[in-house]
């Protein structure tokens, strides 16, 4: 299906109000470490347990080029005690808190594409993991913002802001919406493990909101054509999260390791950057452009070394701060919305003309992009 006419007319980002740094993440793991290792100095002395490594901050910036993380709730995460943010229940009359964070993007984006809740048929909430099944956290936005038409959610881990981008895109191509909102509420620190010391520190919370329309009903001052789009998933195991509905059926602990974001991250270092890069060049050659046209690289944000190689191995320098801006530093890894975040704080100074590319990739393995060009 061509996408010839469709654009991205508008973004919005919601930024939480909490900071946790690098500092403060690893002297509440440490606390957290240590009296573990106390506790268990005879089993892991038997070689039955083993002791839990300590952490730092040039530890974790080295590691993955985090300074900082924005959160929803900070309450609860630093409490050795506890070590995940403490999050009230809501009643089921009251909004999400997913479907909140969503609204608040979703308002930006749409102010952004001089767009009212009338000119959206559809709503597609796309994260790497929504805070309960059903009803969709999609149709509780479409209510909140008096959208008329239909919503729904995708779960595609780290590429699920990019294949939603593409659903919407396909929709505007076919005539079965004038106008879809796309939301990623990233509300990723519930399922992080803050007692394991190679994960602490990956995750922060955030919410992106783009809207896709045609170029014939854009109005708004930074719009940008979808000139090729692309998405690929090979199933691996080297990253995942197994939370999930049948917990109870398999008489599991919710709360064991097994049952939150892990990864075996060497190899997801050594098969998804190839990957990656070898699907950005086949989107690029799709388009009809070749690599010298790309200005900005609005790449994932999981990890500054993987960026970096990927980055390199394209174009055969590393890239400055304008031609790939990281977020990663402040935001963490964000899930799917990283390269949104990128999108979002670093497309205004782009010219008529000048080319883009969005890329995601991650668990599943998943990997999608978007080329664009600025109109």
């Not at 403060?24 to 089993?43: G, I, Q």
């Not at 090979?234 to 990253?239: A, E, G, Q």
């Not at 960026?307 to 400055?320: C, F, S, V």
């Not at 799917?336 to 975040?341: D, F």
Request: charged content about 20%.
């Amino acid at each position: 299906m061509s996408t010839k006419n469709v654009v991205i007319s508008g973004s919005g980002l919601w930024t939480p109000e909490n900071i946790i740094t690098n500092e403060e993440l690893a002297a509440s793991y440490n606390t957290y470490a240590e009296k573990f290792n106390d506790e268990n100095a005879a089993a892991i002395e038997n070689g039955e347990v083993e002791a839990k490594p300590l952490s730092s901050a040039e530890f974790i910036e080295k590691a993955s080029g985090i300074k900082s993380r924005y959160v929803y709730v900070k309450d609860g995460i630093l409490d050795p005690e506890r070590m995940t943010p403490n999050i009230p229940l809501r009643t089921e009359n009251e909004l999400s808190d997913q479907a909140e964070i969503s609204v608040i993007a979703a308002r930006k984006a749409m102010a952004a594409a001089n767009k009212s809740a009338a000119d959206i048929d559809a709503v597609i909430v796309s994260c790497a993991y929504t805070q309960r099944y059903y009803p969709a956290i999609a149709i509780e936005v479409q209510q909140e913002l008096g959208i008329e038409g239909f919503g729904f959610d995708m779960l595609v881990a780290c590429s699920a802001a990019t294949f939603a981008l593409q659903r919407a895109c396909e929709m505007i191509a076919a005539g079965t919406a004038r106008g879809v909102l796309v939301i990623n509420p990233e509300l990723t620190s519930p399922q992080n493990n803050f007692r394991d010391r190679d994960s602490h520190f990956i995750f922060g919370d955030v919410a992106t909101a783009t809207i896709v329309e045609s170029a014939d009903t854009c109005t708004s001052n930074h719009s940008y054509e979808i000139l090729a789009m692309k998405a690929a998933t090979v199933f691996s195991n080297n990253i995942r999260s197994n939370i999930g509905y049948m917990v109870n059926a398999n008489n599991e602990n919710p709360f064991s390791e097994y049952n939150f974001f892990h990864q075996e991250g060497r190899k997801v270092f050594k098969e998804v950057c190839p990957l990656a890069a070898e699907h950005i060049v086949e989107s690029i050659q799709r388009a009809g452009l070749d690599i010298a046209q790309i200005k900005r690289w609005w790449l994932h944000q999981a990890n500054i070394n993987m960026n970096q190689l990927i980055a390199k191995k394209i174009l055969g320098h590393l890239p400055g701060e304008r031609e790939a801006p990281i977020v990663l530093d402040r935001y963490a890894n964000t899930a799917s919305a990283g390269s949104l975040i990128a999108f979002n704080l670093h497309h205004e100074d782009l010219v008529s003309g000048d080319h883009g590319l969005i890329c995601s990739f991650g668990a599943g393995y998943s990997i999608g992009s978007l080329v664009l060009r600025k109109r």
